[in-house]
């Protein structure tokens, strides 16, 4: 177990210990007092795999674990905006895929009293080592990033709670040259699931 | 006793005991539309008669949306008040467009009225309505609304015999394993069909009461699901963005628009004729206003979906577009309708409410049977110096097609306009804009790929490729300019740029750019005739080892008769 699997599962164990007093102590997210900004800090479990428009190959899952970190701005009781960076290390046995997600993003929650939210966003990725198992050549590249997600947060007082979230960011690369060839559309895809710090 | 039964709620024992003569009539019309749009008078007999498999998946669709109206039905309305209160004391601070946010305490300049002085009438606040006119607010229905939409999807295009409409446990397992992908379709469907498609989700939302920015989310949650779970064909990347953000900019418009067609105050077959008419255009809000009874009741319109100011215009005319690089002495003539409409006051404005104040221009014709669309809704205006410059947040769609070239996008603006009065009766209006395309889609073909094997992906049938046009995100910008005189523009100026990074299709990247004169002059009253130049350039660098470049521009003159509306 790395020691990024360790902070992650460190985190969900304390989320797990302080959710059911958080539930109970959940007030509603429109209190008027609190602060219009928005920030959560967490991490996730995330799968993630390669693919392109044309291939063949049936390119692996590859598992590690993942830093979340978003904030913003709270519109109303139901909508916050804001940005997002997420990233992802993956190791492998020929070096390690490091992927960072810049989205904005957009939370909304459907019942302004309950901590259910879905959020979507769009953005850029930047990608170190690309899907190794196109070549042994290091590829960089920037990407199209869309992430779509849910959770629900929880709140222990009145501005700190926590939030547990599952979610999915895509890059699109487009096409990647490789030392053996060019790989057409490459596509990305990365889910996640996690819990997070809720500061308001 | 008050007729809030024309909601749903029985109507028999809610309306008997009024000794008013009008509302007596009014709820005998509203008791015979809700007997039919619960389908008392279909009768079995005419069930019988149902044989066709299209009248049978209307009869499922049926079932299934009277299904979802049942909870409303069932609701009683005193009960909604607590919660309802708890609702409103959460306004937001910024007034963001929607029944949502609408308080009733506001309601009295927003044809509502104080929810107390209108109890004896209609009681709106208890059935969860933020005005007299807008309709009852549920998330639940219209998240059930826009599943229903996927299932009527589906199965139409199960009925045309596309395998990807076969859907099982399986494929929804097999789409989610396999993430996000680019398609292959046709350039209509993909930017144009999915627009449309989400534009039924959005406004799934928005008949039932949610705001812009919720119904926005319906749409998202609408198209997700579809690309998951609605077909067998890999999650398409390309179709969630179109459908999301065409589907919000068409959403909104349609929405408007229907409530534009609608005459609230009408009764009889003229009103029943708006509510058809503003059906056609925005089906979710008219089924749902004749399951409701809103669509018979006599009320005011929500307050925010009346323009301060209408505008528009009709042309009909014949374009010559020059070929590839070439000129346009050899041109052929080609008819072309096109119609632009102005809604709200998109020059000047304070604004916190989405499509306060939006453009939209379609033509058909010119190149191809819907050649162009373009709507342009204002997201939030902010005045400066007293009127004279006007900041704003635009979300645009555009789309053309035509013989000669297509693009494509899904794109956020933030504008500046100028207004300057040159005389008493000569006035210029300049905006210019700049922002961010989130996706954006240009014809581009292959290399090494016949011309002739573009453009064989047919709808939503398992595509092949090759699919000749490129995706990807960019950036934008451009200006406009208008000498109106006496109110009424007499020439104008336009230009846009465009730029697309090619992350899907041929590596490379596109700068489109745009550029139009116009000149009108008026004939007789709102007559008037025309003639545009414009020049269409696309400039491709292409990301291959020689990095090789090309350029096409196409060259376009139009002669046309105007019809001002106003």
């Not at chain 1, 990647?176 to 996690?194: C, K, Y």
């Not at chain 2, 206003?289 to 301060?308: L, N, Q």
């Not at chain 2, 014709?365 to 809704?377: I, T």
């Not at chain 2, 210029?428 to 889609?441: E, F």
Request: aromatic share 10%.
């Amino acid at each position: 177990m790395t020691w990024r699997i360790r902070i992650v599962v460190a985190g969900i164990a304390a989320f797990i210990t302080l959710a059911p007093a958080a539930a109970v102590a959940q007030p509603s997210p429109a209190n008027a007092e609190e602060s219009r900004l928005w920030l959560v800090a967490g991490g996730a479990f995330a799968a993630l795999r390669g693919d392109c428009q044309t291939c063949e190959e049936d390119y692996p899952y590859r598992k590690g674990g993942g830093v979340l970190v978003n904030g913003g701005y709270r519109v109303n009781a139901r909508m916050d905006v804001g940005g997002e960076v997420f990233w992802i290390p993956v190791d492998t046995t020929e070096g390690r895929i490091r992927t960072t997600h810049w989205d904005a993003v957009a939370q909304f929650r459907p019942w302004a009293s309950k901590g259910f939210f879905l959020k979507g966003g769009a953005g850029m990725a930047y990608v170190r080592n690309w899907v190794d198992v196109l070549g042994q050549q290091s590829v960089n590249s920037k990407a199209l990033s869309v992430v779509v997600g849910t959770g629900w947060e929880f709140r222990t007082t009145r501005r700190i709670g926590l939030q547990i979230f599952g979610s999915q960011h895509v890059g699109a690369l487009g096409d990647l040259q490789t030392a053996d060839a060019e790989i057409p559309d490459v596509v990305g895809n990365f889910w996640s699931v996690g819990a997070g710090v809720v500061i308001r | 006793m008050a007729c809030a039964a024309i909601a749903g709620l029985p109507l028999e024992s809610a309306c008997t005991p009024s000794g008013d003569r009008v509302n007596q009539a009014r709820n005998a019309a509203v008791l015979t539309w809700q007997r039919w749009h619960r389908g008392c008078v279909i009768g079995n007999r005419a069930i019988r008669q149902v044989k066709t498999d299209s009248l049978r998946l209307l009869l499922v669709v049926s079932a299934a949306l009277l299904g979802s109206a049942s909870p409303v039905l069932a609701r009683p309305a005193p009960q909604a008040s607590e919660e309802q209160g708890q609702l409103l004391s959460l306004r937001p601070t910024l007034d963001l467009a929607g029944y949502a946010t609408e308080a009733p305490e506001a309601g009295a300049g927003q044809g509502g009225g104080n929810p107390a002085s209108n109890q004896s009438a209609f009681n709106w606040a208890a059935e969860g309505r933020s005005c007299e006119g807008c309709p009852p607010r549920s998330l639940g229905r219209a998240l059930f609304q826009s599943t229903v939409i996927n299932v009527v999807y589906g199965l139409s295009n199960l009925m045309r015999g596309h395998d990807t409409a076969k859907v099982t446990p399986k494929t929804w397992w097999g789409n989610m394993q396999q993430g996000w992908v680019w398609d292959l379709n046709d350039f209509p469907v993909n930017q144009v069909g999915h627009p449309y498609q989400g534009n039924n989700y959005f406004t799934a939302g928005r008949a039932n009461g949610l705001s812009f920015y919720e119904s926005a989310a319906v749409a998202a949650f609408g198209s997700a699901t579809w690309e998951f779970f609605g077909e067998t064909s890999d999650p398409s990347l390309n179709d969630f963005i179109n459908t999301t953000l065409g589907g919000i900019a068409l959403g909104e418009m349609f929405h408007r628009v229907g409530w534009l067609i609608r005459n609230t105050h009408a009764t009889g077959s003229g009103r029943l004729w708006s509510e058809i008419g503003a059906m056609a255009v925005d089906p979710l809000t008219g089924y749902n206003r004749f399951r409701t009874g809103d669509a018979s009741r006599v009320h005011e319109k929500p307050a925010d979906m009346v323009p301060p100011t209408l505008g528009g215009s009709a042309s009909l005319g014949a374009l010559w577009r020059g070929e590839e690089n070439g000129s346009i002495d050899a041109a052929e003539g080609q008819a072309f309708l096109e119609m632009d409409l102005l809604y709200g006051a998109t020059q000047t404005g304070h604004s916190r409410t989405p499509y306060d104040a939006f453009a939209v221009k379609l033509r058909f014709g010119g190149g191809s049977a819907f050649s162009e669309a373009r709507v342009r809704g204002r997201l939030l205006g902010q005045p400066y110096s007293s009127d004279k410059l006007q900041f704003s947040v635009l979300q645009t769609y555009d789309y053309q097609n035509n013989n000669a070239y297509a693009t494509g996008s899904q794109s956020f603006d933030a504008a500046l306009g100028v207004t300057q009065p040159l005389s008493d009766r000569l006035g210029l209006w300049v905006l210019g804009w700049g922002g961010l395309t989130i996706l954006s889609a240009v014809d581009s073909i292959p290399l090494g790929v016949p011309t002739e094997e573009c453009g064989g992906a047919s709808g939503t049938e398992h595509a092949t490729g090759p699919r000749c046009y490129d995706y990807g995100p960019g950036g934008n910008f451009g200006v406009v300019a208008q000498f109106s005189r006496d109110q009424r523009v007499f020439t104008g100026f336009f230009y846009e740029g465009r730029h697309l990074y090619s992350l899907d299709g041929v590596r490379a990247n596109h700068f489109l750019q745009r550029a139009r004169a116009d000149l009108l002059l008026p004939l007789h009253g709102a007559l008037g005739v025309g003639t545009s130049v414009e020049y269409f350039d696309r400039h491709t660098f292409y990301q291959d080892a020689a990095r090789s470049e090309r350029r096409f521009h196409y060259p376009q003159v139009r002669a046309y008769f105007t019809w001002r509306l106003e």
